[in-house]
């Protein structure tokens, strides 16, 4: 991409794509991708498994380069920009972060620890004022009174909300969610909407992208979808406009129905 294809608002977006393509062998895991994500926007990325999902949050995290094209995270360009210093400007929340973080790590210390890039509390000395702001994400997310317990003790849905609190520790000015509401029952998934519909709803909240395969898990109060299918937009802009039968069952590959109820929606085949 030319220097003069860059956004003059470059520095109100905290995503910019430009003809972005991500290959690895001989296949093309994202092509042709070109999306703008503004600070107060909240967006979901729906899509089935292998779409390319994951691949696009990465790069989000300057966790990896684009093959072509080129992407601006917080105003910086990939590949012009030292990703160690990017990094913790982003929060992120996957399924990679939980494996890494030890069973036996108290979960204030797995929040906590987040501001010092570090997975486990090591020998770090941390401030109070630092213990006092992850006590409050904790309660902010409903488990406060689980600070003092081993991460390895908690229900998967407490760890994922766990993990959320870790995301915001940094006070990040991005917010990356890759599946929070994966391998949760009904009730956790219920709660869990529940709290990010309260986090979208913050306007003091960074701007967010969640990832998900089910459109039941789009919080009320998320505002943008990217449809996603073999590693292409099918469709992106606001979530009223996006979100159709038509847009899910060609992003799904089958005849698809969506309905809708009050915020919330749910989709099943025609
Ligand atoms: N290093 C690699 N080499 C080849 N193919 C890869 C590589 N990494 C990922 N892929 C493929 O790229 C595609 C997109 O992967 P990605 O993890 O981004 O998808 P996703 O939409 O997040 O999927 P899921 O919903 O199943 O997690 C998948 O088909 C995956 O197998």
Not at 44 to 66: D, F, Q, S, Y
Not at 74 to 82: R, S, Y
Not at 113 to 128: K, L, N, T
Not at 212 to 233: D, K, N, Q, R
Request: glycine residues 10%.
């Amino acid at each position: 991409m030319s220097e003069q294809s860059v956004p003059e608002n470059i520095d109100d977006l905290v995503v910019h794509m430009a003809d972005v393509g991500v290959r690895r062998g001989g296949s093309k895991l994202l092509n042709g991708i070109n999306w703008s994500v503004e600070l107060d926007e909240r967006w979901v990325i729906l899509g089935g498994n292998g779409a390319g999902k994951t691949t696009l949050l990465r790069m989000a995290a300057a966790e990896m380069h684009p093959s072509s094209g080129a992407v601006h995270v917080l105003g910086e360009q990939l590949g012009k920009v030292d990703m160690f210093e990017l990094r913790p400007r982003v929060g992120f929340c996957s399924a990679a972060t939980a494996n890494r973080i030890p069973p036996d790590e108290k979960v204030v210390d797995v929040v906590v620890s987040a501001g010092y890039a570090v997975m486990g509390r090591w020998r770090e000395e941390y401030e109070s004022l630092d213990i006092g702001r992850a006590q409050e994400l904790l309660d902010g997310l409903g488990i406060g009174r689980f600070a003092d317990r081993l991460f390895g003790t908690l229900s998967e849905g407490e760890r994922k909300r766990t993990l959320i609190a870790r995301a915001l520790m940094t006070d990040p000015e991005l917010l990356l969610l890759d599946e929070p509401a994966a391998g949760l029952d009904l009730g956790g998934r219920e709660d869990l909407v529940a709290k990010l519909t309260e986090l979208a709803l913050d306007p003091d909240a960074p701007a967010t992208i969640l990832v998900t395969h089910h459109v039941e898990e789009i919080p009320p109060g998320f505002t943008h979808l990217m449809l996603l299918s073999s590693g292409a937009v099918v469709a992106q802009g606001l979530i009223d406009d996006v979100l159709t039968s038509e847009n899910l069952s060609a992003a799904f590959g089958q005849q698809l129905l969506l309905e809708r109820s009050g915020d919330r929606f749910f989709a099943r085949r025609a």
